[in-house]
Every structure is written in structure tokens, then in C-alpha cells.
């Protein structure tokens, strides 16, 4: 395949008589005061929100600020068995692993900390767990005073979202699993959040 | 990997050269001669020239770092004939010890920011190189980052009076001339240099006379950080190259990394990997469009092109968790399922774009300001633009029809209809135009795939070496378990091989260049990056006009600066 050689010199656009009398303007000027009428009557969809009182409706995949689930006795599930840690590409988590009294659990995680600054949300964590022990949530307002602030603990990430189901984000998605343990009769938080109908209008 | 037989012409050019000096290389992913320096300048020249080669296009240069090797070091050139549609890659073998190569700069001006990335990586001197100075890393910087006994931990502080104060000054002035000349710097932090370039001008009055551009101030190590995590982990740090459109870095890098592991993502994934990459094409080219009108003043444009990237980014956010660093990719497919409303939701964004694009183009593609402000502004011709190494929309726009998804389809671009636009004016006016004409095709693109309907089946291949096993049978299945636990502690396993994979990013051809070494980490990876060949040429097409020109010049090009400087 053989093609025209590269143009040697450039072409540039010659203007219309029109162009030069400025008369096109007219047409744009049509264009914005569509708009501006469109939009003193209401006929267009807003893009602005107010935000903080108005929110974007994230999906129920958005990956934000991280949970970690409990066991119905309020317990961690989190076995520390490091595969978050090793997956996370940016190294923002920290994992001190204990021996937990129940032998059928093993480990525990004494500490499990976070680095905000660090982390860039990826979701990575999300997808090594075995235990679905981490999950995130779509909270994305993070603000700190400090360095040391954005180390966020064991115990925050425990706390703020976990009860609200409609705010979960990024999690496992695997309905067979679901239905198993429906039918056991497993209290499962992240289960109840995805059939919530708050999750379900939000898109 | 596939394997790309043997030239069946005779090479007429090899005989010319002493016998030795070029042995092409067996079973590589494309042609491949192992080139002795000495040869080199010769060699490139002849490339260039004869009819029966003419490589016009240097893709890329980089260094490739093997200490356990007698000649350490690895200068590898990647070459493009665009009339003759062929690929050649060069490697030349330079030893530590005198780690000198001829500057390339006279066959391709391209040559001239790649062989300071070069230098400044790897140490390799190119003779001949009239300002041979780091590009990427500052001044007071020791040592060269890409080696391989380099600490990636390794920081470097820049004081104040190490900072690089360049003075261009025009050639063959004299002191009487320089009298009423003024010296300013545009950037690093100005709104107008969308990210953070430097450019030192000398200005007569307001005309640019000499100018020199600083680059490096978002330079994050992309490639030594590559090298330090597995295959996988790479992806995040991807959508970090074009954040404009993040979702074709992955699809880029993956498809690299899928070529090294001989595999191919499901239907599924393609059709997918298509439509979005069309979808992010068209984000970047509204960002690209809508500032540049925003630097020549036209703030309108910018409102009515950024709503369009709005609800792109809202679905992608459905797809994939996040608005702007997707990584949606995985090596092998995609990271999750597309959402169930995903094509009613892609036909929707179909109804609506068009209308966007059409209001700008009443506002500005016949409006004189527009016109006067971007016709014959840093104006370059087609031959001049491919020296340089340009590709992509900025090159169409000079009049060279040259798009990766028609002249190598990938995915599924060889099943669809669409036309590559090409104009001539090489200016800002015709790269605007060129961007607009291909967010129209990209629409057609997608609604074609849309009316094809999803394939159905799997997201990502079954291989358990290379995607996570589903997370249910995680849960439950000793078996897969341990799979999902060796497939994150070890990362998956590359063979050893080399490849350039090369897509059509917004801004040109982004290819990646991986080198494997059959270790759980990539050995090498290198990023063409589409805008660096094209900002390299900056300077000269600034020097002449005005600073205004220059504003609006450099909103055209789309010069990214996460993927300018990695």
C-alpha cells in the first residue's frame, strides 16, 4: 500500500464572503439566547448541582472512602491475612495481625490503618479480600487538618457508613452467593444494602 | 505472541552497510535489526530516504537497562513508514563504559526531547545533540533514575539557585538588537498552560522572537514505579498518563500485556472496550476543544462541551466506580460486568451529544473572531509535522491520513464504518475542526456497536492465572481459593518476550512498549506517550507569532501533562 505524499506546505481555510461580513455571528447569537430562554423557563436539564444540599447519585459501584464489615456479634471480619495490603498498588495499608482466641478464625487485625493521602481508590483491596471484609462506600468528601488525620483507624472505618446501606459503594458482586445465604438465614448487611431501594432508583 | 515473518524483498540497503553491522532479530512481535552504533547515523538516513524504505516517522526512542549484559545498555527506535505502512524497531547495544550514540536529530527532529529523556534516564550520551539537558528530572539530580541499581526511593531536592533560568536568545542578533527585547515566563502555573509547562519567551513587543519550553514539573516516575509492582497493579497508575481519557490507557496497556500472555479478552470485553474507548475519545476531544475556545475567549463553547463529558463520565462511573481514574481494564478483559442499563444508557448519551456539538459549531465554525484568532495560527506542514513525529488529530489536521484504528485495527474497529477526517490547514482552526469531524465519527462508531447488541458471555477470560476466579467461588472452592491467593501474592506470570502494542489514543498513537522478563514484575515498560513528540515542536510553532497565538496554539495541541511527563 503505497500512499500520496505528506503535503509539503499547509492549506490554510479561506474565509466565506459571509465570514467576512461577520454574518454567521448572527446564527451563534440564535444559539445562546436559545439557551438562555431554554433555560429561564426550566425546559433544560440543569447540570449544576447545589452542592452540599444537592448530591451527585453515584452508582453502586463508586469507590470511596473504605468500610470495614462486621460478623453479626459486632466483631471484625477481617482476618488479617495481608491479600488487601499486597494488592493495594499506592501501599496505604498498614495490617498488625493477632492471634484471635477462636481457632476457627485464627487472626485478627490489632491494627488496620489507612492512608487517605495515599490511597488512590482503586478498588483493589475491594477485589482481594477473601472475606469481604473490606467493602467501600460512596462517601467521597475527605478533608483532614493534618497528615497524621488522614490515617484513618480500625475504629473509623468501622463506624460512619456501615449502617447506612444507602451509601455503600464498590463491594463483591455475586448473586449465587447471596441466595445461599439468604436461605441459611445469614444477617448480611452488604446483601440487604444491594436489594435497598435506595440503591436501586440511584444511577 | 505473534510473530511477524521475515522481510520476503531483499533488503538492498543492508548489502550497502559492513557485513555485521545489522543482523535482524528472530521472533519478535514486529520487525526487528539489531543495529552496531557505528551504522547507526548511516543506517537512519538510508531508512529515511530510500524508496524502498521510508521510515518518515520516529514513534519512539527509549533505553532499555541490562546490567548483566556486556554491552549494558539498550537504545531502542521505533520506526513507522507511513507511506509504505510498515514498522521497524531498531536496538542498538551501547556499552556502560562509553555510553555514546550519534544524535539522530538531523534524520528526525523528533529525535531531539527523546534523546534528552534518554540521557536523562539512562545516561546514554547522544553526540551531536545540540542541547543534550535533562528533560524530566531537574537540575540538581544525580544519577539516572531507569538503571536498574537506581533506588526507586531515591529523592532529590531542588534548591532555589539550581533552577534552570534559560535566556533564548534569536540567532545572529547582536547586543543593539537585544536592547528593547523582553524575557518572560508563560507557566509552570498559569491557567493558560493547562497543566504545568514552562515556556521562557523572548518577546519584540508582543511578537515571540526565541523560546525555550521546561517540562518535568508532573513527572512521577510512571515507568521506575511500573517495574516495582506487578502486572496488575499497574492499571491505576495508567489512568494517570491521559486522565482526559484514562479509559483507552487501559485498554492500551492491557492490550500490551495480553499480547506478551498470547490471550484475548472475551467478546464481551471488546465490544465494551470499544464503545468506551470511542466514548472517552470524545470526552477528550470536548475538553481539548472547549479550552482552547475557553483560552480565545469563547466561554460559551466550554459550558456546552463540558456537558456532554458530564454524562460520559456518569456512566463510566456506573461502569466502573470513578468518574476520572477509571481502571476499569484488567489484563485479560474488564474489572466487573457492564452495568445492566448500560446500553440504554449509552443510547440516551447518543441522542444527546449531537446536539452540543452542533450548537458550538453554529457559535464558532464560521464565527470570524474564531476564525481570525486560529487560522494559519502556529500553522505546520504535513511533511514538517511527521518529522517531528506527530500523530493523531493534530497530524490529520495537516493533512496526513494516518489512524491506527484503520491502518491496524484492534478490537473490533475493523468491523465498523467510519472515516478518518483530514484537513489541511495543519493549523489551530483545522485541529479544532479535525476534533470536532471525529467526535461525529465516534458517535456513528458507538451506534453501530449499540445496534450489533452486547455479546453475551464473560467479561473476563477464565484463566485463573491471569483473571481473579468470581468471588463465589472464592468463598467456597478450596481450589479457587488458592488460585485468588497466588494470583495476588505472586501477581500473574508473563512469559519473557517483548512487545509494542500500539491504539489510537485522543491524541495520537499510544503505544506501549513491555519487556518481560518472565518475573512476576514487568522488566520494562515504555509509553508512547501521543502529545510529547507534538509539544516538543512547540517552540517552533510559537516563534513568529504573538503570545495570544501561542495561548490558543497550545490549548490545540491537547497537551497532556500527565502523560507528556509520566
Known amino acids: ?203 | 505472541m505473534p510473530t511477524v515473518p521475515p522481510p520476503t524483498a531483499p533488503l538492498p540497503l543492508l548489502d550497502r552497510l559492513p557485513a555485521g553491522s545489522v543482523v535482524p532479530e528472530e521472533g519478535c512481535d514486529q520487525e526487528t535489526w539489531i543495529v552496531h552504533r557505528e551504522v547507526l547515523a548511516d543506517l537512519a538516513l538510508a531508512l529515511r530516504d530510500d524508496a524502498e524504505n521510508r521510515f518518515d516517522l520516529l514513534l519512539d526512542l527509549c533505553g532499555v537497562d541490562y546490567p548483566e549484559r556486556d554491552e549494558r545498555f539498550e537504545a531502542v527506535y521505533h520506526l513507522c513508514s507511513l507511506p509504505l505502512d510498515r514498522r521497524l524497531r531498531l536496538k542498538v547495544p551501547v556499552p556502560e563504559d562509553d555510553p555514546v550514540l550519534p544524535s539522530l536529530i538531523g534524520v528526525w527532529k523528533a529525535a531531539n526531547w527523546f534523546e534528552r529523556e534518554a540521557w536523562d534516564m539512562f545516561g546514554i550520551r547522544f553526540e551531536g545533540h545540540p542541547n543534550l539537558r535533562r528533560l524530566l528530572t531537574h537540575e540538581a539530580f544525580e544519577g539516572h533514575p531507569l538503571r536498574k541499581d537506581y533506588d526507586p526511593a531515591r529523592r532529590w531536592i531542588l534548591p532555589q539557585e539550581k533552577v534552570y533560568k534559560p535566556l533564548p536568545v534569536p540567532e545572529g542578533e547582536t547586543d543593539e538588537d537585544i536592547f528593547e527585547r523582553m524575557t518572560i515566563n508563560i507557566g509552570p502555573s498559569h491557567p493558560a498552560m493547562h497543566g504545568t509547562f514552562r515556556v521562557v519567551a523572548t518577546l519584540d513587543g508582543e511578537r515571540i522572537v526565541a523560546s525555550e519550553v521546561e517540562i518535568g514539573y508532573l513527572h512521577r516516575c510512571f515507568e521506575k514505579m511500573s517495574e516495582t509492582h506487578t502486572w496488575q497493579q499497574v492499571i491505576p497508575y495508567t489512568d494517570r498518563l491521559n486522565y482526559c481519557s484514562s479509559f483507552i490507557n487501559n485498554v492500551a496497556y492491557c492490550r500490551a500485556v495480553e499480547g506478551l500472555l498470547g490471550i484475548e479478552a472475551p467478546p464481551r470485553a471488546v465490544w465494551a472496550r470499544t464503545i468506551l474507548s470511542e466514548f472517552s475519545r470524545i470526552m477528550d476531544h470536548c475538553v481539548c476543544n472547549g479550552s482552547t475556545l475557553v483560552d480565545a475567549g469563547a466561554l460559551t463553547n466550554f459550558w456546552y462541551l463540558f456537558q456532554p463529558r458530564e454524562e460520559i463520565y456518569g456512566l463510566l462511573e456506573a461502569c466502573s466506580g470513578a468518574r476520572l481514574t477509571v481502571s476499569y481494564c484488567r489484563i485479560g478483559g474488564l474489572a466487573a460486568d457492564l452495568p445492566p442499563d448500560f446500553v440504554a444508557r449509552s443510547r440516551v448519551l447518543l441522542d444527546s451529544i449531537p446536539e452540543f456539538i452542533d450548537d458550538v459549531d453554529r457559535l464558532v465554525l464560521k464565527n470570524r473572531i474564531w476564525l481570525d484568532r486560529s487560522v494559519g495560527v502556529a500553522a505546520i506542514s504535513g511533511e514538517e509535522a511527521v518529522n517531528w513525529g506527530w500523530t493523531g488529530p493534530c497530524l490529520r489536521a495537516s493533512g496526513v491520513a494516518s489512524d491506527v484504528r484503520r491502518d491496524h485495527p484492534y478490537d473490533l474497529y475493523d468491523t465498523v464504518d467510519f472515516e478518518v477526517p483530514v484537513l489541511h490547514g495543519g493549523d489551530v482552526f483545522d485541529r479544532f475542526r479535525v476534533r470536532m469531524a471525529e467526535i461525529r465519527q465516534s458517535l456513528s462508531i458507538i451506534r453501530q456497536l449499540l445496534d450489533r447488541g452486547m455479546p453475551e458471555g464473560p467479561y473476563i477470560v477464565s484463566d485463573p492465572h491471569v483473571a481473579l476466579p468470581p468471588k463465589d467461588a472464592a468463598y467456597n472452592q478450596m481450589e479457587a481459593m488458592i488460585y485468588h491467593f497466588k494470583l495476588i501474592m505472586d501477581g500473574i506470570q508473563v512469559p519473557p518476550g517483548e512487545i509494542y502494542s500500539m491504539v489510537e489514543g485522543a491524541n495520537g498513537e499510544l503505544g506501549f512498549y513491555v519487556i518481560s522478563d518472565g518475573s512476576g514484575k514487568p522488566y520494562r515498560i515504555k509509553v508512547r506517550p501521543p502529545c510529547f513528540p507534538i509539544f516538543s515542536t512547540f517552540s517552533r510553532l510559537i516563534n513568529g507569532g504573538t503570545v495570544s497565538d501561542a495561548v490558543v496554539s497550545l490549548g490545540g495541541l491537547n497537551v497532556i501533562a500527565g502523560e507528556l511527563e509520566r
Open chain 1, 1 to 203: 500500500m503505497t500512499r500520496a505524499p505528506h503535503p509539503a506546505a499547509p492549506r490554510p481555510y479561506r474565509y466565506t464572503l459571509a465570514e467576512r461580513l461577520y454574518l454567521p455571528l448572527l446564527a451563534g447569537m440564535m444559539v445562546t439566547l436559545k439557551h438562555f430562554v431554554q433555560n429561564l423557563l426550566g425546559r433544560r436539564k440543569s447540570y449544576t448541582i447545589d452542592y452540599p444540599e444537592g448530591r451527585r447519585r453515584y452508582s453502586h459501584r463508586y469507590r470511596g472512602h473504605h468500610i470495614l464489615t462486621q460478623r453479626p456479634d459486632g466483631s471484625l471480619r477481617c482476618v488479617a491475612c495481608f491479600l488487601c495490603a499486597t494488592a493495594c498498588p499506592a501501599e496505604c495499608i498498614h495490617i498488625e495481625a493477632a492471634e484471635h482466641p477462636d481457632v476457627n478464625i485464627e487472626k485478627y487485625p490489632v491494627v488496620y490503618d489507612i492512608d487517605m493521602l495515599r490511597c488512590v481508590f482503586c478498588g483493589y483491596c475491594v477485589d482481594a479480600c477473601p472475606e469481604e471484609a473490606i467493602i467501600m462506600s460512596n462517601n467521597h468528601d475527605m478533608a483532614y487538618f493534618s497528615r497524621e488525620q488522614s490515617i484513618v483507624t480500625k475504629e473509623e472505618l468501622t463506624r460512619p457508613y456501615t449502617y447506612d446501606p444507602s451509601r455503600l459503594g464498590y463491594r463483591p458482586e455475586y448473586p449465587e452467593e447471596q441466595a445461599r445465604k439468604l436461605a441459611a438465614g445469614v444477617v448480611d448487611l452488604v446483601g440487604e444494602a444491594r436489594s435497598h431501594p435506595a440503591q436501586s432508583s440511584a444511577s
